[in-house]
């Protein structure tokens, strides 16, 4: 053998470098597929968040244009308030007897409340329904307990003004008198109404 072959590695020294190298290549994949995965959870959180905001904006959006109108609508059921006693005062008797001009202002005062409800749906305000209904105190608002033969205590007996809702919300509760049962007594007497039915008739 000569002298330029001893510095030469051996076959086994070969094999134990090569082994070496090939676990250094195996942790470096390892590395980079842990910060691959790494970068990939980042992005999808980003994405999700990026989704999230976007979603809240669509909504806040939405619940702007649906509630934009909310205190002007409030202030129209005024209004409409004041064109159904107009047109209630006038009872059909009366009409019938009344000469042609005073018809046409009732017909012309029809015709106002019915554009001005309607003008009020597409702006999404909807009346509540009460008479006959459940007493229902998200939605209505009790005056009175009333004596009503035949309706069911805690029912809702007539309505003294109309409620409305604009979108998924209240706009105004309905004013309304509301059936107690029979034997109930008022004032300082004991309130003999089945469990549950009891209302709150604060204004």
Known sequence: MSAENDNDPLPEEMGRGDGAGEDDVVREIAALRAEADSQKDRALRALAEVENVRKRLERERDEARTYSVTRFARDF????????????????????????????????????ERELQAALTRHGVKPIAAEGQRFDPHLHQAIAEVPAKGAEPGSVVAVVQPGYTIGERLLRPAMVTVAKAEGARTGNGADSSPAGSKIDTKV
């Open 77 to 112: 059921l005024t209004v409409a308030d004041n064109l159904s006693r107009a047109l209630a005062a006038m009872p059909a008797e009366a009409r019938a007897r009344a000469d042609d001009s005073l018809k046409a202002v009732l017909d012309g005062v029809e015709a106002t």
